[in-house]
Protein backbone atom coordinates (compact mmCIF):
# COMPACT_ATOMS: atom_id res chain seq x y z
CA UNK A 1 0.00 0.00 0.00
CA UNK A 2 1.28 3.29 -0.80
CA UNK A 3 2.34 5.90 1.63
CA UNK A 4 1.36 9.84 1.49
CA UNK A 5 0.97 13.03 3.45
CA UNK A 6 -2.27 13.66 5.65
CA UNK A 7 -2.55 16.55 3.17
CA UNK A 8 -2.76 14.69 0.14
CA UNK A 9 -5.19 12.79 1.66
CA UNK A 10 -7.29 15.61 2.00
CA UNK A 11 -6.69 16.98 -1.76
CA UNK A 12 -7.44 13.19 -3.08
CA UNK A 13 -10.43 12.88 -1.13
CA UNK A 14 -12.22 16.40 -2.56
CA UNK A 15 -10.41 15.63 -6.27
CA UNK A 16 -12.40 12.46 -6.26
CA UNK A 17 -15.84 14.30 -4.59
CA UNK A 18 -15.36 17.02 -7.48
CA UNK A 19 -14.97 13.89 -10.44
CA UNK A 20 -17.99 12.42 -9.09
CA UNK A 21 -20.25 15.18 -8.92
CA UNK A 22 -19.96 18.37 -10.73
CA UNK A 23 -22.09 19.61 -8.25
CA UNK A 24 -19.18 19.78 -5.40
CA UNK A 25 -16.48 23.16 -5.14
CA UNK A 26 -13.99 24.41 -3.12
CA UNK A 27 -14.19 28.00 -1.39
CA UNK A 28 -11.75 29.46 0.96
CA UNK A 29 -8.74 31.58 1.70
CA UNK A 30 -6.10 30.70 -0.40
CA UNK A 31 -7.69 27.69 -1.49
CA UNK A 32 -7.06 28.24 -5.37
CA UNK A 33 -3.82 30.10 -6.19
CA UNK A 34 -1.89 29.75 -3.70
CA UNK A 35 -2.90 26.03 -3.49
CA UNK A 36 -4.19 26.11 -0.13
CA UNK A 37 -2.74 27.70 3.17
CA UNK A 38 -1.42 24.00 4.19
CA UNK A 39 -1.25 22.97 0.42
CA UNK A 40 -4.59 21.05 0.97
CA UNK A 41 -5.38 22.05 -2.26
CA UNK A 42 -2.62 21.49 -4.71
CA UNK A 43 -3.33 21.09 -8.49
CA UNK A 44 -6.99 21.54 -7.91
CA UNK A 45 -7.28 24.73 -9.42
CA UNK A 46 -6.02 23.51 -12.51
CA UNK A 47 -8.06 21.11 -13.01
CA UNK A 48 -11.46 22.17 -12.10
CA UNK A 49 -11.09 25.81 -12.80
CA UNK A 50 -11.31 28.90 -10.84
CA UNK A 51 -15.59 28.26 -11.10
CA UNK A 52 -15.05 25.33 -8.68
CA UNK A 53 -12.06 26.20 -6.71
CA UNK A 54 -12.70 29.43 -5.28
CA UNK A 55 -10.42 31.87 -3.74
CA UNK A 56 -12.73 33.78 -1.21
CA UNK A 57 -12.16 37.65 0.52
CA UNK A 58 -10.88 37.32 4.41
CA UNK A 59 -14.62 37.24 5.31
CA UNK A 60 -15.66 33.85 6.80
CA UNK A 61 -19.35 35.46 7.85
CA UNK A 62 -19.94 35.85 4.21
CA UNK A 63 -18.74 33.08 2.29
CA UNK A 64 -19.94 30.51 4.94
CA UNK A 65 -23.62 32.65 4.27
CA UNK A 66 -23.07 31.86 0.75
CA UNK A 67 -22.16 28.34 0.94
CA UNK A 68 -25.16 28.14 2.79
CA UNK A 69 -27.46 29.52 0.02
CA UNK A 70 -25.77 27.55 -2.72
CA UNK A 71 -26.39 24.02 -0.28
CA UNK A 72 -30.00 25.32 -0.56
CA UNK A 73 -29.63 25.43 -4.25
CA UNK A 74 -28.31 22.08 -4.74
CA UNK A 75 -24.84 22.26 -4.39
CA UNK A 76 -22.29 20.55 -1.84
CA UNK A 77 -19.69 22.91 -1.01
CA UNK A 78 -16.85 22.42 0.77
CA UNK A 79 -15.86 25.62 2.77
CA UNK A 80 -12.22 25.67 4.44
CA UNK A 81 -11.16 27.77 7.21
CA UNK A 82 -7.80 28.81 7.53
CA UNK A 83 -8.37 27.82 11.06
CA UNK A 84 -11.59 27.17 13.08
CA UNK A 85 -10.47 29.92 15.74
CA UNK A 86 -11.48 32.46 12.21
CA UNK A 87 -14.63 30.29 12.14
CA UNK A 88 -16.55 31.97 14.64
CA UNK A 89 -16.50 35.03 12.40
CA UNK A 90 -19.03 33.00 10.42
CA UNK A 91 -20.24 30.62 13.10
CA UNK A 92 -23.64 32.61 13.13
CA UNK A 93 -24.30 30.96 9.61
CA UNK A 94 -23.20 27.31 10.74
CA UNK A 95 -24.74 27.58 13.98
CA UNK A 96 -28.50 29.38 13.20
CA UNK A 97 -28.54 28.74 9.27
CA UNK A 98 -26.61 25.53 8.57
CA UNK A 99 -27.43 23.54 11.39
CA UNK A 100 -31.54 24.32 11.48
CA UNK A 101 -32.42 24.85 7.64
CA UNK A 102 -33.16 20.98 7.09
CA UNK A 103 -35.92 21.23 10.22
CA UNK A 104 -37.24 24.66 9.80
CA UNK A 105 -37.92 23.44 6.05
CA UNK A 106 -39.69 20.22 7.37
CA UNK A 107 -37.05 18.56 5.25
CA UNK A 108 -37.24 20.81 2.22
CA UNK A 109 -33.47 21.75 1.98
CA UNK A 110 -30.92 19.12 3.07
CA UNK A 111 -27.76 20.89 3.91
CA UNK A 112 -24.95 19.06 1.92
CA UNK A 113 -22.00 20.78 2.95
CA UNK A 114 -18.53 20.32 4.85
CA UNK A 115 -16.76 23.20 7.04
CA UNK A 116 -13.29 22.02 6.90
CA UNK A 117 -9.48 23.44 8.64
CA UNK A 118 -7.58 23.30 11.46
CA UNK A 119 -8.13 22.95 14.87
CA UNK A 120 -6.81 23.17 18.36
CA UNK A 121 -2.50 24.22 19.10
CA UNK A 122 0.09 23.83 16.41
CA UNK A 123 2.71 25.45 18.39
CA UNK A 124 3.52 29.17 19.57
CA UNK A 125 0.73 31.00 18.19
CA UNK A 126 -0.88 32.19 20.67
CA UNK A 127 -4.27 31.88 22.51
CA UNK A 128 -6.54 33.21 19.90
CA UNK A 129 -4.98 31.01 17.46
CA UNK A 130 -4.69 27.83 19.47
CA UNK A 131 -8.15 26.75 20.45
CA UNK A 132 -10.40 23.50 20.20
CA UNK A 133 -13.90 23.86 19.58
CA UNK A 134 -14.91 20.40 18.59
CA UNK A 135 -16.99 20.23 21.83
CA UNK A 136 -18.79 23.67 20.87
CA UNK A 137 -19.70 22.31 17.40
CA UNK A 138 -20.90 18.92 18.79
CA UNK A 139 -22.84 21.13 21.28
CA UNK A 140 -25.37 21.51 18.15
CA UNK A 141 -28.52 19.34 17.04
CA UNK A 142 -28.10 19.36 12.91
CA UNK A 143 -23.90 18.80 12.83
CA UNK A 144 -21.78 16.37 11.93
CA UNK A 145 -18.22 16.77 13.71
CA UNK A 146 -15.06 14.38 12.69
CA UNK A 147 -11.30 15.05 13.58
CA UNK A 148 -9.32 12.49 11.66
CA UNK A 149 -6.11 11.61 13.09
CA UNK A 150 -4.35 9.54 9.93
CA UNK A 151 -4.12 9.92 6.31
CA UNK A 152 -6.31 6.86 5.88
CA UNK A 153 -8.91 7.88 8.54
CA UNK A 154 -8.92 11.44 6.50
CA UNK A 155 -9.98 10.42 3.28
CA UNK A 156 -12.17 8.11 3.64
CA UNK A 157 -13.83 10.00 6.62
CA UNK A 158 -14.19 13.48 4.29
CA UNK A 159 -15.38 11.45 1.29
CA UNK A 160 -18.21 10.40 3.72
CA UNK A 161 -18.71 14.24 5.07
CA UNK A 162 -18.78 15.25 1.36
CA UNK A 163 -21.60 12.81 0.23
CA UNK A 164 -24.05 13.48 3.69
CA UNK A 165 -26.93 15.57 3.47
CA UNK A 166 -26.12 17.47 6.84
CA UNK A 167 -23.51 19.86 7.84
CA UNK A 168 -20.37 18.15 8.67
CA UNK A 169 -17.55 20.16 10.64
CA UNK A 170 -14.55 18.62 9.58
CA UNK A 171 -11.33 19.15 11.93
CA UNK A 172 -7.98 18.68 11.03
CA UNK A 173 -3.97 20.18 12.52
CA UNK A 174 -1.63 21.99 11.30
CA UNK A 175 0.67 20.03 13.01
CA UNK A 176 -0.73 16.66 10.71
CA UNK A 177 -0.57 17.75 7.20
CA UNK A 178 2.94 16.46 6.97
CA UNK A 179 2.03 13.32 8.73
CA UNK A 180 2.56 10.30 6.17
CA UNK A 181 0.26 7.24 6.61
CA UNK A 182 -1.06 4.10 4.47
CA UNK A 183 -3.62 5.00 1.95
CA UNK A 184 -4.81 2.83 -0.65
CA UNK A 185 -5.85 3.29 -4.20
CA UNK A 186 -8.93 2.31 -4.60
CA UNK A 187 -12.24 4.12 -3.98
CA UNK A 188 -13.17 3.30 0.05
CA UNK A 189 -15.61 5.34 2.36
CA UNK A 190 -15.20 5.21 6.13
CA UNK A 191 -18.96 5.74 7.52
CA UNK A 192 -19.25 8.42 10.06
CA UNK A 193 -20.38 7.67 13.76
CA UNK A 194 -17.84 4.67 13.94
CA UNK A 195 -15.14 4.86 16.46
CA UNK A 196 -12.03 2.63 15.91
CA UNK A 197 -9.91 0.67 17.93
CA UNK A 198 -6.31 1.75 17.06
CA UNK A 199 -4.83 -0.56 19.69
CA UNK A 200 -6.21 -3.25 21.53
CA UNK A 201 -5.56 -4.30 25.61
CA UNK A 202 -7.25 -5.58 28.73
CA UNK A 203 -5.99 -2.98 31.35
CA UNK A 204 -7.58 0.26 30.71
CA UNK A 205 -9.21 2.06 28.14
CA UNK A 206 -7.92 5.06 27.04
CA UNK A 207 -10.33 7.50 24.07
CA UNK A 208 -9.20 10.66 22.56
CA UNK A 209 -8.82 11.67 18.95
CA UNK A 210 -7.05 13.87 16.54
CA UNK A 211 -3.49 14.51 16.79
CA UNK A 212 -3.52 14.56 20.27
CA UNK A 213 -4.46 10.69 20.43
CA UNK A 214 -0.38 10.21 19.31
CA UNK A 215 0.28 10.61 23.28
CA UNK A 216 -1.83 8.21 24.28
CA UNK A 217 0.15 5.75 21.89
CA UNK A 218 2.81 6.55 23.29
CA UNK A 219 1.71 6.47 26.75
CA UNK A 220 0.49 2.93 25.79
CA UNK A 221 4.30 1.32 24.42
CA UNK A 222 5.92 3.22 27.53
CA UNK A 223 3.08 0.89 29.79
CA UNK A 224 3.29 -1.78 27.79
CA UNK A 225 6.98 -2.63 29.22
CA UNK A 226 5.41 -2.29 32.59
CA UNK A 227 3.51 -5.38 32.02
CA UNK A 228 0.21 -2.82 31.60
CA UNK A 229 -2.52 -3.41 28.28
CA UNK A 230 -4.37 -0.58 27.05
CA UNK A 231 -6.65 -0.41 24.43
CA UNK A 232 -7.22 3.09 22.66
CA UNK A 233 -10.01 4.26 20.83
CA UNK A 234 -10.55 6.70 18.16
CA UNK A 235 -13.30 8.69 18.25
CA UNK A 236 -12.55 9.42 14.50
CA UNK A 237 -16.45 11.09 14.68
CA UNK A 238 -17.11 13.40 17.83
CA UNK A 239 -20.81 13.73 17.19
CA UNK A 240 -22.65 10.82 16.47
CA UNK A 241 -20.78 9.33 18.82
CA UNK A 242 -19.76 5.76 18.99
CA UNK A 243 -21.03 5.14 22.82
CA UNK A 244 -21.33 1.32 22.10
CA UNK A 245 -17.73 0.98 21.16
CA UNK A 246 -16.26 2.88 24.47
CA UNK A 247 -19.33 0.99 26.06
CA UNK A 248 -18.33 -2.43 25.72
CA UNK A 249 -14.29 -1.58 25.77
CA UNK A 250 -15.11 -0.64 29.98
CA UNK A 251 -16.86 -3.61 30.27
CA UNK A 252 -13.99 -5.45 28.91
CA UNK A 253 -10.67 -3.27 30.82
CA UNK A 254 -13.25 -1.81 34.15
CA UNK A 255 -11.34 1.71 33.51
CA UNK A 256 -11.45 4.39 31.66
CA UNK A 257 -9.30 7.70 30.57
CA UNK A 258 -10.48 10.26 28.14
CA UNK A 259 -7.26 12.40 26.23
CA UNK A 260 -8.54 15.43 24.90
CA UNK A 261 -7.28 18.50 23.14
CA UNK A 262 -9.78 21.32 25.01
CA UNK A 263 -10.62 22.69 28.16
CA UNK A 264 -11.76 20.70 30.79
CA UNK A 265 -15.36 22.64 31.13
CA UNK A 266 -18.24 21.30 29.29
CA UNK A 267 -15.73 18.99 27.25
CA UNK A 268 -16.02 16.24 25.40
CA UNK A 269 -14.90 14.00 27.91
CA UNK A 270 -17.42 15.12 30.13
CA UNK A 271 -20.02 13.66 27.77
CA UNK A 272 -18.04 10.22 27.85
CA UNK A 273 -17.84 9.92 31.72
CA UNK A 274 -21.66 10.57 31.67
CA UNK A 275 -22.48 8.03 29.56
CA UNK A 276 -20.24 5.80 31.01
CA UNK A 277 -21.55 6.06 34.44
CA UNK A 278 -25.09 5.83 32.91
CA UNK A 279 -24.45 2.79 30.89
CA UNK A 280 -21.72 0.83 32.74
CA UNK A 281 -21.38 2.22 36.34
CA UNK A 282 -21.47 -1.51 37.62
CA UNK A 283 -18.60 -2.04 35.05
CA UNK A 284 -15.77 0.84 36.68
CA UNK A 285 -13.19 -0.62 39.00
CA UNK A 286 -11.99 3.23 39.25
CA UNK A 287 -13.03 7.02 39.12
CA UNK A 288 -12.76 7.73 35.28
CA UNK A 289 -9.72 10.15 34.71
CA UNK A 290 -10.10 12.80 32.27
CA UNK A 291 -7.20 14.38 30.88
CA UNK A 292 -7.62 18.24 28.87
CA UNK A 293 -5.42 21.30 28.72
CA UNK A 294 -5.14 23.60 31.77
CA UNK A 295 -8.29 25.40 31.57
CA UNK A 296 -6.60 28.97 30.61
CA UNK A 297 -6.48 30.18 27.11
CA UNK A 298 -3.32 28.79 25.45
CA UNK A 299 -0.05 30.51 26.60
CA UNK A 300 2.90 31.34 23.83
CA UNK A 301 5.97 31.14 26.09
CA UNK A 302 7.48 27.35 24.87
CA UNK A 303 7.79 26.42 29.05
CA UNK A 304 4.29 27.28 29.29
CA UNK A 305 2.83 26.22 26.34
CA UNK A 306 4.30 22.55 27.56
CA UNK A 307 2.61 22.67 30.47
CA UNK A 308 -0.64 23.59 29.03
CA UNK A 309 -0.70 20.69 26.26
CA UNK A 310 -1.61 17.19 27.58
CA UNK A 311 1.51 14.83 27.13
CA UNK A 312 2.60 11.06 27.18
CA UNK A 313 3.72 11.35 30.83
CA UNK A 314 0.05 12.53 31.62
CA UNK A 315 -1.56 9.53 30.35
CA UNK A 316 1.03 7.27 32.12
CA UNK A 317 0.06 8.84 35.30
CA UNK A 318 -3.60 8.73 34.85
CA UNK A 319 -3.41 5.10 33.68
CA UNK A 320 -1.63 4.12 37.00
CA UNK A 321 -4.25 5.99 39.18
CA UNK A 322 -6.92 4.30 37.83
CA UNK A 323 -4.90 1.06 37.95
CA UNK A 324 -4.40 2.35 41.83
CA UNK A 325 -0.30 1.70 40.92
Given at each position: MRTIQFR???CEAMSEEMRRDESVYLMGEEVAE????????KGMLDEFG????IDTPIAELGFAGIAVGSAMNGCRPIVEFMTFNFSL???DQIINNAAKMRQMSAGQFPMPMVFRGPTASAGQLGATHSQAFENWFANTPGLKVVVPSTPYDAKGLLKAAIRDNDPVIF??????????????DGEYIIPLGVADIKREGTDVTIVSFGKIIKEALTAAETLATEGISCEIIDLRTVRPM?????????????RLVVLEEAWPFASVASEITYMVQERAFDYLDAPVQRI?????????SPTLLKEWLPNSEDVIKAVKKVLYK
Amino acid sequence: MRTIQFREAVCEAMSEEMRRDESVYLMGEEVAEYNGAYKASKGMLDEFGPKRVIDTPIAELGFAGIAVGSAMNGCRPIVEFMTFNFSLVGIDQIINNAAKMRQMSAGQFPMPMVFRGPTASAGQLGATHSQAFENWFANTPGLKVVVPSTPYDAKGLLKAAIRDNDPVIFMESEQMYGDKGEVPDGEYIIPLGVADIKREGTDVTIVSFGKIIKEALTAAETLATEGISCEIIDLRTVRPMDYDCIINSVKKTNRLVVLEEAWPFASVASEITYMVQERAFDYLDAPVQRITTADTPAPYSPTLLKEWLPNSEDVIKAVKKVLYK
